[in-house]
Each structure stands twice: as C-alpha cells, then as structure tokens.
C-alpha cells in the first residue's frame, strides 16, 4: 500500500497562490492515478483534480477549472497541486489519493493526512 505525505498548506489572502505537494513511498508510483480532494468544515469531501499515472491525462472539478493546475514528477514520486487566484469558499483540508485510475481514485483506499488550506477574505 502506498504511503501518503501532504505539505504546503498555510493562511494566504484571496487571490493568492499556494502549492501542495503529496510525497509518496514506494516503487511503483508512476502505475498510479492520482488525485487531490477537499473537505470544508460541515461539508462532505470533495473532489478537485486527478492525474492518470503517465501524466497525460488531467481532471478538474468545476469550481478550479482555470485557477488549479495538477501535475506529477513520478522521478520523485510526487503529486502537485498549484492553486491560484484563491477564493474564501477554496478554505478546507486538503488531501491526496492513489488509485487504479483517474475515475477510481478514491478505490485505491491510499490517503494522506491532510494539510490545511485558509484562504482570508
């Protein structure tokens, strides 16, 4: 089972940027989609982006379409989540999932422990 490891959270001011970071272990990385959710307080998880293994294929959800960019470096068996122009409503935990493929993700059952995202107004 893959280990996950979420850093680069913090406090930013609407309409800045943060980049989230996902370490994983082990050598088979580049087999797996990957994929960031979040989750607000009182709010269910929800899905943002996802990334097949290769890198080719991308996913965004709605609401970050245009202002996250996810990306990967299977070298160092790392996801990445570039968030710009951040919202208020962006506020939440942030996770990283690895999973078979893009649209099963969350049934690889590999998350990390989150890092906080506070976007002030």
């Known amino acids: 089972q893959v280990q996950l490891v979420e850093s680069g959270g913090g406090l930013v001011q609407a309409g800045g940027s943060l980049r989230l970071s996902c370490a994983a272990s082990g050598r088979t990385f580049g087999s797996y989609a990957m994929g960031w959710f979040r989750q607000a307080p009182g709010e269910e998880r929800e899905f943002v982006a996802a990334?097949?293994?290769?890198?080719?294929?991308?996913r965004y959800a709605d609401s970050v379409k245009g202002r996250f960019t996810i990306s990967r470096d299977n070298a160092k068996n790392t996801v990445y989540l570039q968030m710009n122009s951040l919202r208020p409503e962006d506020t939440a935990v942030y996770y990283c999932?690895?999973?078979?493929?893009?649209?099963?993700?969350?049934?690889?059952?590999?998350w990390g422990q989150g890092t906080q995202v506070t976007v002030s107004t």
């Open positions: 999932a690895a999973g078979p493929s893009i649209s099963t993700i969350t049934d690889g059952g590999a």
């Open positions: 990334i097949s293994g290769g890198g080719i294929f991308r």
